[in-house]
């Protein structure tokens, strides 16, 4: 049969008025209703459709057109006002669609009813084919029978199935009462797209409202088609995307030390698309619990943040031990990006926190490894033109065992780039000499609070320097003289009293005498300067072999040798006034900085006038272009660079000859980085100091060993998947503005540790090798070495097993190994983590649902380190 589709425009009237095309419909005046033949349509346009239109516009219970069409046939009951659709049929009324295979309308009462045809293509299971398909404001509701209004927007649906994102629900009967609100009769909801699912719920009773939950009471969970023996007695399911206020469901675990316990139990505040708030607390059967909170905030091109606190009162132990404790712990923190304008930026990352809250209260391996806490701020301006930069810095470092405290309040910085105060406005490749005389300054002001053991000290102080430069080309080499100026302002020195103290031994009437020296310090404002003069010449050297074979063009050798000279004069000198004396218990004068305890210390000593030789080669190779293929390129590859450095003082009256230092750096494709540091001396070692012998006048060969350094690291992986199949839902985003997208799911990471595995991936290796030798004394050499790896692999689509840690060569012991496996479960997944040595080892085991919404779903195992959380 030809497929015909007619689509119709229809007003409402006293009766129905309508175009049509002339010799295209056959009907009977003597039967009230027009029926369309079979093969009578015929269209200039050669087309399956006849288009009628309708300009007249007249009043209607209707406030907008209806639009109908049939692959089958249409047909109208004047009399009665109704309309059948059949085949295919679709209606389209303002945001509302239909489609079925039998649509009937009856425009009196504005009602629709829609139902599935029978399935003859199918007689073994003689099922429903085109079954209704309401869409309404995006929202797909699906059955078998439909009834709807149109003028009210109420309908009933038998068997039907609304979807919606990862969630759906259905129910025998669904009856919609208003826009928002629908009542489901024996409904079913779940979150897994299966057929049938491999979870869902089922209640007799369901009342949705759109876009905001889903309620039903005595519900039972069905698991494979089984259901749990216990029903739930009432229950709120989300029905919405996004973030939404609502409490956060505890979970439940045991540990020996603080018993039983209920953590994260609290709400979330969604405030608005820029910023939220989290309330947590635990809880714990012993007497102890804990409350955190946390806000967020974010706009877009703008700043992000996010300001926490916690506090913790545990009680740990059995009652009636007598090594039962009460630990009181807190912790503050602050994280803030803020671009300010193009030029001025803002960083914070502030955390401040008892020295044993990650002990008492943290789950993360890393967390309870940590030693020191880092907190920094940073607000910094620079000016385009001018290249003018100041840096104003907060830095605060607190050791959490000692709880000893080392910060700089404030820390100001300004720094002017090269500038040729001499050069000419019109700049020609010819320039005199002074044009390329150059200018820089740097200023730095800090002020230091460390506290230490109890004691607070502060100290505080302005530093700046000007270097002034040139650059000029005397043949084949660049020669630079440089001229360095820096004054330090302090408002205290150091003065050093030695109470020369008798000491009589026991037993004996020998008296000895011994130096008791305090430190006494002099308020007074103290310039302390100091500079030097320095020349310095480097050249560039080529040699190029090509032997054009095995693909290979050329390889390039580039020598680039430097020798500098510095001057700088004895600053311990008494003339300067630097240095200051006292005399010790044997009558020996010891000389002393009285600055060299100040924030940016005092000056140095001892004239030098020292020349520093140093030498950089770098080995290159270029490839063959393919001659057979025009856009080919040659390819030029680094193979190895070497340097070394030493040099020579005139001004020392011993060890003059500075240590020789050579590093390697190979890079083998992306394959491989390899990379080695030596240190060498040229004197003797007498036992327990170098001395001014060389290992030549001492028949030991020309220079000696004493630092070695090696490390190799490599990364491998597989193809990344072209197309790999998202796994799981994605974490709740704090809004749409993308600003927030950066930190979606962070409040559930930071509650739940959510493990999320990358399986586009689908295996990795990294490797890394560390080699450390000191053999200063030549009788003592001390080594350490290990091996770190971290290796991923997916055992097969679903299964992702990681492996991470290190291994000490020496101590034959490996360090923190960590195993995680996931197994991907549809709606599900699996995840069991580790950690099988050390003082924290422990393993959690957990099963759990996908969905955001039903997240807390779940069974979990733990021991160890993780035993805080278990249950179900």
């Not at 000499?433 to 609070?449: L, V």
């Not at 990379?675 to 290992?695: E, P």
């Amino acid at each position: 049969m030809e497929i015909r589709q007619v689509i119709f425009l229809f007003v409402l009237t006293a009766g129905f008025s309508f175009a049509q095309t002339i010799d295209s419909v056959y009907y009977k005046s003597e039967i009230d209703s027009l029926s369309i033949l079979p093969d009578s349509i015929i269209t200039v346009q050669q087309s399956d459709s006849l288009l009628v239109q309708d300009t007249l516009k007249s009043q209607t219970d209707l406030d907008a057109v209806i639009f109908a069409s049939a692959t089958d046939s249409i047909s109208f009951d004047l009399v009665d006002k109704k309309m059948f659709v059949y085949g295919n049929g679709g209606l389209k009324y303002k945001e509302t669609t239909l489609t079925g295979g039998r649509i009937d309308i009856n425009f009196r009462t504005s009602e629709i009813a829609a139902e599935g045809v029978i399935d003859t293509s199918d007689t073994l299971t003689a099922g429903l084919a085109e079954t209704p398909v309401l869409t309404e404001a995006g929202e797909v509701y699906e059955g078998t029978k439909l009834k709807y209004n149109f003028k009210t927007q109420q309908g009933l649906i038998s068997a039907a199935k609304n979807a919606k994102d990862a969630s759906y629900y259905k129910g025998d009967k669904v009856k919609k009462v208003t826009k928002e609100i629908f009542f489901i009769k024996d409904g079913q909801y779940s979150t897994c797209d299966a057929n049938p699912p491999h979870t869902h719920f089922e209640a007799q009773e369901m009342k949705v409202i759109h876009g905001d939950q889903i309620i039903a009471k005595w519900i039972f969970m069905f698991i494979a088609g089984v259901p749990v023996p216990v029903p739930i007695p009432f229950a709120v399911f989300p029905n919405h995307t996004g973030r939404r206020s609502g409490f956060i469901i505890p979970t439940y675990g045991f540990t020996g030390r603080e018993g039983s316990s209920f953590r994260n139990f609290g709400y979330f505040f969604a405030l608005s698309d820029y910023y939220d708030l989290t309330f947590t607390s635990d809880y714990f059967t012993r007497g102890g619990w804990a409350a955190r909170g946390r806000a967020r905030y974010a706009k877009r091109y703008d700043f992000t943040g996010n300001l926490e606190s916690s506090y913790s009162n545990k009680i740990i132990g059995e009652d009636g031990d007598p090594d039962q404790i009460k630990q009181k712990d807190w912790k503050l923190s602050w994280y803030h990006n803020h671009q300010i304008n193009p030029t001025t930026r803002l960083d914070v990352n502030l955390q401040f926190q008892s020295g044993s809250y990650f002990q008492n209260n943290s789950f993360n391996y890393n967390d309870i490894l940590t030693r020191d806490i880092i907190s920094n701020a940073t607000l910094n301006k620079r000016w385009e033109e001018s290249g003018n930069n100041l840096t104003v810095n907060y830095n605060r470092r607190q050791e959490l065992s000692s709880g000893n405290i080392y910060e700089e309040l404030p820390s100001v910085s300004f720094s002017n780039p090269v500038m040729y105060p001499f050069q000419k406005s019109v700049q020609s490749s010819d320039q005199e000499w002074y044009e390329k005389i150059g200018i820089s300054y740097n200023g730095q002001f800090r002020n230091r609070r460390n506290k230490v053991d109890g004691d607070l000290d502060i100290k505080g102080g302005f530093q700046h320097s000007i270097s002034v430069n040139s650059n000029s080309k005397i043949g084949y080499f660049n020669v630079i003289p440089r001229v360095s100026y820096t004054e330090k302002w302090y408002n205290k020195s150091t003065v050093k009293d030695n109470f020369i103290v008798e000491r009589y031994s026991e037993g004996t009437s020998t008296v000895t005498y011994v130096d008791s020296v305090v430190d006494r310090e002099v308020r007074a404002i103290k310039f302390v300067r100091n500079f030097d003069i320095s020349v310095s010449a480097s050249t560039k050297l080529y040699g190029m072999f090509q032997p054009n074979v095995f693909g290979v063009e050329a390889f390039r050798h580039t020598i680039e040798p430097r020798i500098s000279y510095t001057y700088q004069p004895d600053f311990s000198d008494p003339k300067w006034g630097y240095y200051d004396s006292y005399i010790n218990a044997s009558g020996e004068e010891v000389r002393y900085d009285k600055y060299a305890q100040q924030i940016f210390g005092g000056v140095p000593s001892g004239e030098r006038q020292s020349i520093s030789f140093s030498v950089g080669n770098i080995f290159e190779m270029k490839t063959i272009k393919d001659p057979n293929d025009t856009t080919s390129q040659s390819n030029k590859v680094r193979l190895l660079n070497i340097s070394a450095n030493t040099g020579y003082n005139f001004a020392s009256d011993s060890l003059r000859l500075s240590d020789l230092t050579v590093s390697y750096r190979t890079q083998i494709t992306d394959l491989l980085n390899i990379s080695a540091n030596t240190s060498y001396t040229f004197y003797d070692y007498d036992g327990s100091r170098k001395i001014n012998t060389f290992l030549s006048d001492a028949g030991k060969g020309l220079f000696r060993l004493t630092n070695l350094s090696i490390s190799a690291s490599t990364s491998i992986s597989g193809e990344k998947l072209k197309s790999s199949e998202s796994r799981g839902d994605e974490r709740e985003k704090i809004a749409e503005d993308p600003a927030f997208q950066e930190l979606k799911g962070e409040e559930t990471r930071s509650i739940y540790d959510v493990y999320e595995p990358d399986f586009s991936i689908p295996w990795n290796l990294s490797l890394n090798f560390n080699y450390n030798m000191n053999k200063t004394n030549p009788s003592v050499v001390t080594e350490r070495s290990s091996v770190g790896f971290n290796i991923g692999f997916n055992l097969t689509k679903n299964w992702k097993i990681t492996a991470t840690g290190s291994y000490d060569l020496e101590e034959k012991e490996l360090a923190a190994p960590t195993i995680t496996v996931f197994r991907d479960l549809h709606c599900w997944e699996m995840n069991f983590r580790w950690n099988p040595l050390g003082a924290y080892s422990g393993f959690r085991f957990e099963i759990k649902m996908k969905a955001p919404e039903l997240r807390d779903i779940k069974v979990t195992k733990s021991g160890g380190l993780y035993s805080g959380f278990g249950g179900y």
